[in-house]
């Protein structure tokens, strides 16, 4: 699967990238603005937000709408598709691997993801059988928890996990369930909250911009 993707270069070639993997129904130009808020300069970040494909959602009516995955039930733990969700994960895996093939050294590419993003980049990050420079997780659910296969070039990939306290979309135990099932995995993870809905705040993207900055 190909997908379309927004753009971002620094003004000089670039020697690291982010890939930001957008929500349910949203799209890549959602994150755009995170160019400018985190002011990675002088790192030379380039910035790759795709789409997601539009697929019908069995939880919003079978609506056609962008999603990495199908949603089949808003239970706790959410029944998804997996198989799909597992392809949207290889279509990242092939957007990291254009990026090697471009000269980027694989240490240097960071995933992140926001809630249906955020489960896509889990899997994504951690199953990429090369060593990659961090994933980050926002609002999210490790959906493939269960029967994930980790690739052991990740196996100490720093990991940045992120919620909002008043989430009434993907409730925070579901970040907290998360994080304790990376620990058990063996994985370094921060774990960071914020009295916030679903969404992003100011403060949120400052602890990410210094996390990242540490990485690049």
Same mark, same amino acid.
């Given at each position: 699967?190909?997908?379309?993707?927004?753009?971002?270069?620094?003004?000089?070639?670039?020697d690291?990238?982010?890939?930001?993997?957008?929500?349910?129904?949203?799209?890549?130009?959602?994150?755009?603005?995170?160019?400018?808020?985190?002011?990675?300069?002088?790192?030379?970040?380039?910035?790759?937000f795709?789409?997601?494909?539009?697929?019908?959602?069995?939880?919003?009516q &079978?609506?056609?709408?962008?999603?990495? #995955?199908?949603? +089949?039930?808003?239970? =706790?733990?959410?029944?998804?598709?997996?198989t799909? /969700?597992?392809a949207?994960?290889a279509?990242?895996?092939?957007?990291?691997?254009?990026?090697?093939e471009?000269?980027?050294?694989?240490?240097?590419?960071?995933?992140?993801?926001?809630?249906?993003?955020g489960?896509?980049?889990?899997?994504?990050?951690?199953?990429?059988?090369?060593?990659?420079g &961090?994933?980050?997780?926002?609002?999210? #659910?490790?959906? +493939?928890?269960?029967? =994930?296969?980790?690739?052991?070039?990740?196996r100490? /990939?720093?990991?940045?996990?992120?919620?909002g306290?008043?989430?009434?979309?993907?409730?925070?135990?579901?970040?907290?369930?998360?994080?304790?099932?990376?620990?058990?995995?063996?994985?370094?993870v921060?774990?960071?909250?914020?009295?916030?809905?679903?969404?992003?705040?100011?403060?949120?993207v400052?602890?990410?911009?210094?996390?990242?900055?540490?990485?690049?």
């Amino acid at each position: 699967m190909q997908l379309e993707v927004i753009k971002h270069d620094p003004s000089e070639p670039a020697d690291a990238v982010i890939i930001w993997l957008h929500g349910l129904g949203a799209s890549g130009n959602d994150f755009v603005p995170m160019v400018e808020h985190l002011n990675l300069a002088p790192a030379r970040v380039r910035f790759l937000f795709p789409h997601a494909p539009r697929l019908p959602v069995t939880i919003n009516q &079978g609506m056609v709408m962008p999603a990495w #995955y199908d949603i +089949t039930a808003m239970t =706790i733990d959410r029944e998804i598709d997996a198989t799909q /969700l597992r392809a949207s994960a290889a279509a990242i895996h092939q957007m990291i691997d254009e990026q090697i093939e471009q000269g980027i050294d694989s240490k240097r590419i960071i995933i992140a993801g926001f809630s249906q993003g955020g489960a896509v980049g889990y899997e994504a990050a951690l199953t990429y059988p090369k060593p990659l420079g &961090g994933l980050m997780a926002h609002s999210t #659910y490790f959906a +493939t928890q269960g029967d =994930i296969k980790p690739a052991e070039a990740n196996r100490s /990939l720093p990991i940045l996990v992120q919620h909002g306290t008043q989430d009434p979309v993907v409730p925070e135990t579901l970040g907290q369930r998360a994080v304790a099932h990376l620990k058990e995995m063996g994985y370094e993870v921060t774990y960071q909250t914020y009295p916030m809905p679903h969404s992003l705040c100011m403060e949120q993207v400052e602890d990410m911009q210094k996390w990242l900055i540490e990485r690049l």
